[in-house]
Structures are given as C-alpha cells and as structure tokens.
C-alpha cells in the first residue's frame, strides 16, 4: 500500500496527546470521588466498570482510521476483466450472397460481428480475416473499434470456401506473422514455431463445405498447441441450397460435423445459426477469458467507512453504559 499524502499521518501524533489528556481526567475524576467519599455525599467502593475504557478506545480507533484515510492510501486490488484477443474468420465464398438469410448471408454476419464488436470493453483486441479459396487479414487485432468495424464493412462474397485457410490466416493475424501449414514453406511463410498465444480465440463462420486448401484438422491441432480457441459457427441448414453464380446454379450445403471437430479440437464450441436472430444470439454467447488483474486503487472511501462504524459503535458503547444524553 502507497500513500499519497504521507504527511498527513502526522495527525497521527494527536492520539498520544488524547490518552494522556483522558488519563489525567480520570485520574481526576478518580481523586474528586474520593474527596467527597470522604465526606459521605457518594459512595465509595465502587466495583470497576469493566467497559468504561470501551467507548474512548472505539472513538480513538475512529479517529486514527480518519488520519490514514485523510492520507489517501493506494492499495493493489485484484480486479476480474476481460481480456484477449478475438480474430473474426469471416468466410467470403460465392455462397455467403445467398439470401435464404436477409438481406443476405454475409450482410446478416456482418451486422451480428459489429453488435459483437461493439459490446467488446477497450481491454480485448479484435482482428478480421476474410477467407475464400486463401485469407487475407482484413485488420490485424487491434483495440481500434473503428479500424476493425471499418474491415468488416469492407468485406465481399466472391471464391470457394477454404476452412484450412481460414484458420491460417487468423492464426497468421495472431501470430503478426505469416504462418505456414504444416509441410508448407511456399509463400515465404515463416515455418518458425508459432509460439503460445494463451486467452486468444478465433470465431470462424462460414456457410459451406471446405473445397481445398491446407488440412482444417491438421491446422485445428495447431491452433490447439498455440493455446488459440476457435468458436465455429455455422450459418445455413445441412439440407444445403442451390445458388446462382455467375449463371451457374451451385448446391452449397454446411458441413457441421468438420465444425464440430475443429472446435472440439481447440476447446472451444460449434454455434449453429439457421437466422440472422440465431447468429446475433451466437455472438452474445461467445465470451473473452476473465483474468484477474493488480490494479492500483485508492481506499480512502472505505476507511472513511470504516472509521463511521467505530464512531458509531463507540457513541452506541457510551449512550448504553452512561444512558441518553437529554
């Protein structure tokens, strides 16, 4: 604990002055009874009143707790937040314009990640990547909410689904690096260890199946050893639909069972969302590990407090033994 006005532990050196001026008034208040003892107007041989030193030594204690308090003290209090860093893996194939969800797919998971964004406090980092047939960090995590809702807006439907890129390039984001897959060194990535990223978490959402890319498992079990979770969420029904693109009508169907694996994998969790409503409810659900932070606090509040409960105890003390004052 710190203080920020030490001098004024000075009042402090009051409370001796109060003793010794307490002590002479019941040494004489003691003499005076026995004076007038002796002259048979009060009684003597009193038995000693056991709680007589109750009251003074509670307002004494009230009046030290006031000088401490008076010096502003900071003390270290442990203090729960969230904190992290989340990478938002948006997958923008073709399908994600359908709009079986509306206005569309990607329009309804864009508004859901700005709802998700904005709830976020200035201690978690957000990141984008966007990902088709490869990934590109759209915004790399930062604290910056305009910055990372600007990524977001900027995002469009066009290529295949990669869910292995997906994961690599959030990883990538993570990382501040490019990161290679597994058997990978092309591209100049970097195939260096990724190193641990404890209280990270990816949100991959996607629409679809995986048609290619580096091995989405493979790349789960090293999101895994980097201590990254990913929350996947899948946007559509199993059942699949036809879309048109480009004037070709393409079935897409979502591949929940790979989801499931890939967050298993990682400790996190697969999201179903059929709806915009479905996927807005996901977001809220997802949360930023809590740690517990030293942060400085001052305290002079809660000695005040402090000091009022001994002041009112010891005026309680004295009023039960002395009876009210009238």
Known sequence: MTLTWPWALLGLLAIPALVVAYRRLLRTQARRR???A??????????????????????????AVLVVALSRPVA??????????????FDVSGSMAADDVRPTRL????????????????????????FGGTAIVAARPTDDRATVLAAINRLQPQGDTSLGEGILGSLSAIAGRQIAAPGDAEKGADETPIGYYGGTAVVLLTDGEDTGGPDPAELADLASTAGVRI?????????????????FSIATALDAATLQRIAETTGGTYHAAGDAASLAQVYESIQVQWVTRTVPREITSLLAGLAALLLLAGATVSVLRQGPVI
């Open 34 to 36: 026995s004076e007038l």
């Open 38 to 63: 002796a002259q048979g107007l009060v009684l003597g041989g009193r038995r000693p009143d056991r709680w007589r030193l109750v009251a003074p030594v509670l307002l004494l204690a009230a009046l």
């Open 76 to 89: 270290a209090v442990a203090q729960p937040t969230r904190e992290g860093t989340v990478v938002l893996a």
């Open 107 to 130: 329009e309804a998971a864009k508004a859901a990640a700005r709802g998700f964004v904005e709830q976020q406090p200035a201690s978690v980092r957000v990141g984008v990547v966007a």
């Open 231 to 247: 929350e996947t969420i899948g946007l559509g029904t199993p059942q699949g639909t036809v879309i048109e693109v480009d004037g």
